[in-house]
Each structure stands twice: as C-alpha cells, then as structure tokens.
C-alpha cells in the first residue's frame, strides 16, 4: 500500500475538526492519525471498537493553543485523519497485517503515524513498520497491565499479550511504566529478559525519578504505547478494565515531555477507550492526549 492509496477524511470531520482554511492537505501533514478499532480479544468490558470514532468526535471540543507550549501545536505540523474502515476482530493477523500496510504507507511517506485503538492487540501490527525501519527502536509503554502472558485464553494475539508479540522481535527493549497487574505466568519470562525489559511499578510512583525513567531512551527512536487503563480508574472509567493506582494527567504528560527532550518519539498508538454512553469526560482525555502527544513530538 502506498500513502497515495489512503483515503482521508475532511478536515472538519477528522481529528481536532480544523476548518478548511487551516487545514493542511494529507500531502503536507507531519501527523497521520489511523483509527483501527479492532475488537477481537476483549476479556472484561468491551467496546474497543467504538474508541476511534469517540476520541475523533471529542477532539473537535480540545483547546487548539497549547498553554505549556505558548502556541497553536497544530500549525506547526499539520494533521490529517485517515477514514475508519470497518475491522474484522474475527481474525486477528489478518487485522495486524490491515493495520501494518497503513501504518507503513505512513511512515514510508515521512510522516508520524498515531494510531487510535482498538483493543492493545493493535500494537504487535502497529508497530512492525518501525522495527523494519530502525535498528535501534526502543518501546515506552503506559498501562496498568505488563501485557507479557505468551497468549490468553487460546489466542496468541490477544490484548493480555501484546507486548509479549513485540518482543518476539529479540533485540527490542521495552520500559514500561505504572504496572499495577501482572500474572504469575509471566514472571519466567520476565526473570529471563530483565536485559531488555524495565518495569516501573505503580506501587512505587511516589518514588519515581523521571530522568532516571527516560535515561535509556536517550538518543534512540521510540515507540510509545498507551494502553488508557494506565490511567487511575477515577481519571479513566471508560476502558475494559479500570484500574485503581494509576497515573494521573500531569504524571503522565511530565514523562512524555521529558521522553522528547531526550530522544524522539517516531509513533505512537492510543489504544482500550471503550466509551460509556454519556459519559464524555474519558473520550476527551484520551483525544487530548493525542494531541499532545503530538504536540511534545513534533
């Protein structure tokens, strides 16, 4: 697939709702936002699929001037949103490999490439473009789960196991942040690849050092994953499972903007908002971290 391939929404319709004459063409957009709602591994609440479309919708009441940066972000990089294409969760690889050949058309094309899940079994897809292109990719991963178990309830790819298919590929290190929930069946593993693996458990945030946190990253190209149940439950109801102990806004964002002080974030995926009816607060932060995370990396 070639980015000439994509089909894109309006301006209006897509992300942040810019109107015409601000707008940028696809063409001359650094951001690409790919909804891929993908459904097919869920274990608790679901509603993943629904998560694109209501992170879109919120992000057209975000404020467009960036207090903390002093600037409208999005005029200095130009954003465009590709059409949602309805996803078959019935076959999971056949997804990821959907999911890949966008993905890829966009990074081929210059361009950075967030993706809005979905359940976290996009990332696997998501994320293999990257690896092809950069020796050196390292992952930082929000989430409330280590993600780690070879598999969950017969399928390899599920969202419990997402980040145990990225690191199938053997040299890519992982730092995960705000782990509150891990399985004794992925302890072994674990143990095995703490060379490669550097977990910062919830239950010590208050003893967190943010540079200390980001000082592997330095100078590397990285993936960022965030799985929305890394948020504190009371921030994040709306997600499969809500988790009690999380981060909240201003953690969060101080480690993102720290990460790009220190090395260059390249993509990214927002992934488990699983919207409540009438309940607008969550799809709203989810769609403003999109932007900025957008905003700190370009």
């Avoid at 070639?2 to 709702?17: K, W, Y």
């Avoid at 903390?68 to 465009?80: I, Q």
């Avoid at 969950?152 to 690191?167: I, Q």
């Avoid at 260059?264 to 769609?287: H, K, Q, R, Y």
Wanted: glycine share 8%; with cysteine; hydrophobic share 45%.
């Amino acid at each position: 697939m070639a980015f000439s391939d994509l089909c894109f929404m309006t301006p209006e319709d897509g992300f942040l709702g810019l109107p015409e004459e601000v707008a940028v063409s696809p063409e001359n957009a650094k951001a690409i936002i790919i909804p891929f709602g993908l459904e097919a591994s869920v274990s608790y609440g679901g509603g993943t699929s629904r998560g694109p479309a209501a992170m879109i919708n919120a992000s057209h009441q975000v404020e467009l001037f960036d207090e903390d940066l002093w600037c409208e972000p999005f005029r200095k990089f130009g954003v465009a949103t590709v059409e949602e294409e309805t996803v078959d969760g019935s076959d999971i690889l056949a997804a990821l490999k959907q999911l890949e050949e966008k993905t890829a058309a966009v990074l081929d094309a210059g361009k950075f490439p967030l993706v809005f899940g979905g359940e976290h079994s996009i990332t696997p897809g998501a994320i293999r473009p990257f690896l092809k292109k950069f020796d050196d990719l390292i992952i930082l991963h929000f989430d409330a789960h280590a993600d780690l178990r070879d598999g969950y309830e017969g399928e390899a790819f599920s969202h419990a196991a997402a980040l145990r298919r990225v690191l199938d590929h053997p040299t890519v290190p992982l730092v995960s942040l705000g782990i509150r929930n891990i399985s004794a069946e992925e302890i072994p593993f674990l143990d095995d690849n703490r060379h490669r693996i550097t977990i910062h458990w919830g239950k010590d945030r208050a003893r967190w050092n943010i540079q200390d946190i980001v000082a592997p990253l330095k100078g590397r190209p990285v993936y960022l994953t965030f799985d929305l149940d890394g948020f504190d439950s009371s921030l994040m109801p709306a997600t499969g499972t809500p988790e009690p102990g999380g981060f909240f806004w201003e953690e969060a964002l101080a480690i993102i903007k720290a990460a790009t002080e220190t090395s260059s974030i390249v993509g990214a995926d927002i992934n488990e908002l699983a919207p409540i009816d009438g309940l607008n607060a969550p799809n709203f932060l989810a769609a403003k971290l999109a932007y900025k995370i957008l905003s700190y990396a370009l």
